[in-house]
């Protein structure tokens, strides 16, 4: 399983939260999950995905987004 890490600024609400996360779902995640507090987006995927194209759109919805990390979890535990 790999993961991704993004801090997104320019989130106002939960709706902001849910068309982020659909599409991080609909560039093929299986699930993300934003922590509020932190303003971190955790994206997860089964296989690599291109970090850059999800970059491109969520700054094309207008939010300030920025790409921290992403590693194999396997490889981690």
Known sequence: MFLSIYRIKGIHCGSCIS???KKALSLGAYKASFDIKEMILKVYYEEVIDNQLFVE?????????????????????
């Open 57 to 77: 759109e969520v700054k094309s919805m207008n939010y300030q987004i920025d790409f921290l990390a992403s590693y194999d979890e396997d490889e981690i535990t």
């Open 19 to 21: 068309r982020i996360e």
